[in-house]
């Protein structure tokens, strides 16, 4: 373990598992123009020598070091992060990655922004390229707006106009505390968005100028995993984030316009039929009484409605493993 540099007003952790790409990320941090930061590489008993990766990446550049002997970030992703949360005593929190990438500026953005306007948000993020293994820029992640409220965000994300991952997110330490920590979701499911929804009360959600991240997308970080005891636990994840989130909007809070409560209670029915139909039929019949007890809190629709989107999802499904089926064969005979 190194000692990290004393009295710095951002931490910044790297929860790391996969050794692929941890030190491309690495030396993206140990390159920023500003170097007001404490670096935290908490490594999740992988089976990588994340030791060796970081001291190699880093060199003389200071930052602690800390292996998990249990890996929680394959179980309980919000607990591990928590964890990870509780070495740290900065003002300001950045949970990174073990693979994406950023512009060298990121740091010194976000110094600019807070010098600025030091108390005028809770939870700051940037935007994004999407990049492929060999660090090719090949997209663009939804663009943030400059400022925006909990309750923007929350009703742009149930109706698909928004998209959020951890990496893109600082938060004051706070907002963290205030809430008690990150969501505990299966699979980790939308804890990330929960950060915007839960930190963001206060204060408007503000986007970093100036600099943007690099969001990996390859076949190391993106799971191809559609078993049905993965989908089943999704829609768990998916129920229990809208029955969090109703809790939210239950809450004494300020209002998108007069009477907003239908409008939520739609959305979140839309975004959890949308749920269904891309998890499928089986995940949703086998917790279909969660679905029932779900939209019976959402009060809208009927079970008459909900089986006709589960029999829609079980279609679908069946026509997308035939057309796998019928691909396996082609490579088979081609």
């Known amino acids: 373990m190194k000692p990290s540099a004393a009295n ?10 996969k050794g692929d790409f941890l030190a491309k990320a690495l030396a993206t941090l140990a390159q920023q123009t500003d170097q007001r930061f404490n670096l935290y590489v908490c490594d999740d008993a992988s089976p990588d020598d994340i030791g060796a990766i970081a001291r190699a990446a880093l060199g003389s550049r200071p930052y602690v070091f800390k292996r998990f002997e249990k890996n929680l970030g394959g179980t309980a992703l919000a607990r591990h992060w928590d964890r990870c949360v509780a070495l740290t005593g900065e003002p300001w929190v950045w949970v990174f990655s073990d693979d994406d ?28 390229w999407i990049i492929d293994a060999a660090d090719k820029i090949i997209g663009l992640h939804a663009l943030s707006r400059d400022r925006e409220t909990w309750l923007e965000f929350a009703y742009g994300l149930l109706m698909g106009w928004r998209r959020s991952f951890m990496q893109q ?7 963290y505390d205030r809430a008690g920590g990150f969501l505990d979701q299966p699979l980790g499911w939308s804890t990330d968005d929960a950060v915007f929804i839960g930190f963001g009360r206060e204060k408007p959600i503000r986007r970093i100028p100036g600099a943007r991240l690099r969001w990996r997308s390859s076949d190391k970080n993106i799971s191809p995993d559609r078993s049905l005891e ?21 809450s004494p809070r300020e209002r998108l316009f007069p009477d907003d409560d239908l409008a939520f209670r739609q959305a979140m029915d839309r975004y959890l039929i949308e749920q269904i139909m ?34 829609a999802a079980t279609t679908s499904d069946a026509f997308a493993s035939a ?6 064969i082609a490579r088979r005979q081609g």
């Not at 229990?240 to 239950?250: V, Y």
């Open 230 to 250: 993965r989908r089943k636990k999704t829609i768990v994840a998916v129920c229990q984030f809208l029955q969090w989130l109703q809790g939210q909007l239950q």
């Open 8 to 17: 710095q007003p951002l931490a910044i952790i790297v929860p790391a598992y």
């Open 278 to 311: 891309v998890q499928g039929g089986r995940p949703a019949l086998a917790n279909l009484e969660l679905l029932k007890r779900t939209r019976a809190a959402l009060g809208v629709g009927s079970g008459a409605a909900l089986m006709k989107h589960i029999a």
């Open 323 to 328: 057309g796998a089926v019928a691909k396996k």
């Open 169 to 175: 997110i600082i938060f004051r330490r706070a907002a």
């Open 101 to 128: 990438l950023l512009d060298e500026n990121c740091v010194a953005a976000f110094h600019e922004l807070i010098a600025a306007e030091p108390d005028a948000a809770d939870v700051l993020r940037f935007d994004a």
